[in-house]
């Protein structure tokens, strides 16, 4: 495949390193033509995204806090006078304190909790209604979600309340913003390791073991994840909407471990 999205253009939000989920959407994206704008939180983060982003040719970047409207204002405002529209956004955005990820569930604090769904979940909710200003003919707004929004996994804790809202408010961006030709739809990959990744307890052991018990035997790639985004973002994507689209080697359906693993 070539130029699948040649002549559009996309935000992505959240790259952190070139191991990042967010990196590998952002690396197909490319591939295919589009032409990207990144955003950071503060100075350590941009220093890392600098130079992933000259790679692929990007020129655009804006230093954007989530939590701060005025900070969300100024972003919107730069990439509407930079750009004048946007095609698609990719929102890779989550945080909970790595604290109360190693614990019981129930030791959750109100703080956090808060904090947790702020911007893990309300982030994208915030991040679509300003896209969608910029998108008069159309457009793709892409989140990322795991598993353990609707299944119990060790130390997902908060976060899994978290990303259970996220695939909630997918569904409703996306019979508001349908009448627009708006899809909004959310990726779930199985465990990576990726910086976010690490900050969950047990993380090792449970890319062990999806590893060892999907049907297929192994764990997601950043490229298998980046082309399914291409795909959502493309033409091809024009009739998907409010889906969660699992990419996890098809570990999502298992009832039971593999007999040799029981």
């Known amino acids: 495949m070539a130029d699948l999205m ?3 253009r996309g935000l992505v939000m959240g790259v952190a390193n070139d191991r990042s989920i967010a990196w590998g959407i952002a690396s197909a994206l490319a591939a295919e033509g589009a032409e990207l704008a990144f955003s950071y939180q503060g ?6 995204v ?3 982003a000259a790679s692929l040719g990007a020129t655009l970047l804006v230093d954007v806090d989530v939590n701060d409207d005025a900070s969300m204002d100024a972003a919107f405002a730069r990439i509407r006078d930079e750009w004048g529209s946007l095609d698609f956004v990719v929102h890779a955005i989550a945080y909970s304190d790595k604290a109360e990820l190693t614990g019981r569930f129930i030791h959750t604090s109100r ?3 808060k904090n947790s769904l702020a911007i893990s979940c309300y982030s994208f909710i915030d991040v679509a209604r300003r896209a969608s200003e910029l998108m008069p003919e159309g457009g793709s707004l892409i989140t990322l979600t795991y598993g353990g929004s609707n299944r119990v996994t060790p130390f997902y804790n908060v976060m899994g309340v978290a990303k259970a809202a996220l695939e909630s408010a997918v569904r409703y961006l996306a019979n ?17 390791k990726t910086l976010a990744g690490a900050a969950i307890g047990g993380a090792r052991k449970t890319f062990r073991h999806t590893e060892a018990n999907s049907p297929m035997r192994a764990n997601a790639t950043l490229e298998s994840i980046g082309g399914t985004a ?12 409010g889906d969660v689209i699992m990419v996890d080697c098809g570990y999502h359906v298992l009832g039971m471990p593999q007999p040799d693993n029981i």
């Open 6 to 8: 040649k002549g559009k």
């Open 43 to 48: 100075e350590a983060f941009g220093k890392r």
């Open 50 to 52: 600098e130079p992933l």
């Open 111 to 113: 703080d956090n909790f």
């Open 176 to 192: 508001d913003l349908g009448p627009q030709g708006i899809r909004v739809n959310a990726i779930s990959p199985g465990p990576m």
């Open 230 to 241: 291409v795909w959502l973002c493309s033409d091809y994507g024009n009739c998907t909407t």
